[in-house]
């Protein structure tokens, strides 16, 4: 199972960004997708994550300019990023809870992160 991320680079404070996350491989359901971040010399934080019934969350920070949403056909979790702050700058980092098999607890599965980076 891998989760490849995309998107992400640089943009102006107030300007707008997507990334997506796609699982691949083996599996037989994914649960709660997310997107976490970690800024230079922060621990991870969470940022946003939806249910497989696409029921969201947000951490504070990001409500009301992120959203994030789902293609269950497609095994796809996206993050739109709108009025970007330069505190936004970070490492972000798909996570999914996937069962390889029936019967088998959910496992959790990191993407490769995206750089994001916002000037001022």
């Known amino acids: 199972v891998q989760l490849q991320a995309s998107g992400g680079g640089l943009v102006q404070a107030g300007g707008s960004l997507g990334l997506s996350c796609a699982a691949s491989g083996t599996f037989v359901s994914i649960n709660a997708m997310g997107w976490y971040r970690q800024a230079p010399g922060k621990e991870r934080e969470l940022v946003a994550v939806?249910?497989?019934?696409?029921?969201?969350d947000y951490a504070g920070a990001v409500k009301a300019r992120f959203t994030i949403s789902r293609d269950n056909a497609e095994n796809t979790v996206y993050l739109q990023m709108e009025n970007l702050r330069p505190e936004d700058t970070a490492v972000y980092y798909c996570n999914a809870g996937i069962r390889v098999r029936w019967g088998r607890d959910t496992s959790n599965y990191w993407g490769q992160g995206t750089q994001v980076t916002v000037s001022s």
């Open positions: 939806i249910t497989r019934n696409g029921v969201a």
